[in-house]
């Protein structure tokens, strides 16, 4: 198999998931892991093992893990899952998770509405769950949140995402995640903050995580590329949202960076249409409308 030319991370399990208030069945989870690996996704997130209370959707973590692991797939194919505190880890490692996700925001107003604590306090319990999680073999990611704007504090400095992208990386993460909770950032806005990052932090550890809700993020994701960016989070049919930023929607679909890339030339090792296929389906299967473009527009050829 050759490599890919860019790494995708597929988020739709996970962040697609999270803030759908009606029940997705686990199944529907399984299946839809299912479908996303067999058209060549490489990296899934398949879910988290945050405060069921919280995220009462993803409460069904420990079953999801368990198929994945019975089905084999996890030989060829990585599963990270979002893990804030001790208590996640040491569900997610019952449940025998080979990576895990922690998460901080840049600001200090998203952090108390997802976390309940400062983003001290979230990088500290960060800082545990990477270190206990090194030491037992399991891979470590961080993702920070609220890179361009907060909902709760508006415009971030990126000097704050500088701050936390830095303490990922000290703590042993492999790759730090850019979030852009809100989908609110232009190319623009990506080529100023990743000027910042590039004075300390090289392009091969950073990934964006953009979400699309002004319709920007295919532009940042090309423009990210430009400046040496190889790896990126999606969303199968732009599904997805944090229940604590109101009013954004989901990643950029996978759909739409696949066929982008795919038509520069740029190797991604995904099937378009066997994707496109499956963000139809879940779309009908969790009544949302299909946010992919490029799925939709080819679903209908
Ligand atoms: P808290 O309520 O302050 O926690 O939540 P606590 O330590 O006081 O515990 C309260 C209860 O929750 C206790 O149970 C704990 O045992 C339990 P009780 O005694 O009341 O029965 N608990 C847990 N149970 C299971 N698993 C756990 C866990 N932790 C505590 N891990 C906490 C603090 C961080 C846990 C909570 O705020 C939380 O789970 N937040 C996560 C919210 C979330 O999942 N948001 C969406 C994901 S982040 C995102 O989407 C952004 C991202 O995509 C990047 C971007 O786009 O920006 C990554
Ligand atoms: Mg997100």
């Known amino acids: 198999l050759t490599e890919p030319d860019v790494r995708i991370l597929e988020v739709g399990p996970r962040d697609g998931l999270q803030n759908i208030k009606q029940k997705v069945d686990t199944h529907v989870k399984i299946e839809l892991i299912q479908r996303l690996a067999a058209s060549g996704l490489r990296a899934i997130e398949a879910t988290s093992f945050v405060a069921p209370k919280w995220i009462p959707q993803l409460a069904d973590s420990k079953e999801v893990m368990q198929h994945i692991l019975d ?3 996890n ?35 998203f952090s108390r509405a997802n976390t309940n604590c400062s983003v001290e306090e979230a990088l500290s319990r960060a800082e545990e769950v990477v270190s206990a999680s090194l030491s037992r073999g399991i891979r470590a990611r961080g993702v920070i949140s609220c890179i361009f704007e907060c909902p709760y504090d508006g415009p971030t400095d990126p000097a704050q995402v500088l701050a936390v992208a830095r303490r990922f990386l000290e703590m042993g993460c492999y790759e730090v995640g850019l979030g852009d909770t809100l989908g609110v950032g232009t190319a623009y806005d990506v080529e ?15 990934a964006g995580h953009y979400h699309d809700t002004y319709g920007q993020a295919v532009a ?17 049919a ?13 990643n950029v679909a996978t759909e739409d960076v696949v066929y982008m890339f795919e038509r520069a030339g740029v190797r991604t090792g995904i099937d378009i ?11 009908h299967k969790v009544n949302q409308k299909n946010n992919s473009r490029a799925g939709s527009a080819l679903v209908a050829r």
């Open 192 to 206: 100023k903050l990743l000027r910042v990052l590039f004075t300390e932090i090289p392009a091969e550890k950073l």
């Open 273 to 283: 249409h066997r994707l496109s296929e499956t963000g139809d389906w879940i779309s």
């Open 238 to 250: 732009g599904l997805g949202g944090c229940p604590y930023a109101k009013g954004a929607s989901g």
């Open 75 to 109: 030989q060829s194919i990585r599963f990270p899952v979002l893990v804030p505190n001790m208590k996640g880890f040491e569900r997610a490692a019952l449940s025998r998770a080979e990576e895990a996700v922690v998460f901080a925001s840049a600001s200090e107003g």
């Open 71 to 73: 089905s084999g797939l």
């Open 220 to 236: 940042n994701v090309v423009k990210s590329y430009e400046m040496g960016l190889k790896a990126f989070d999606s969303s199968v």
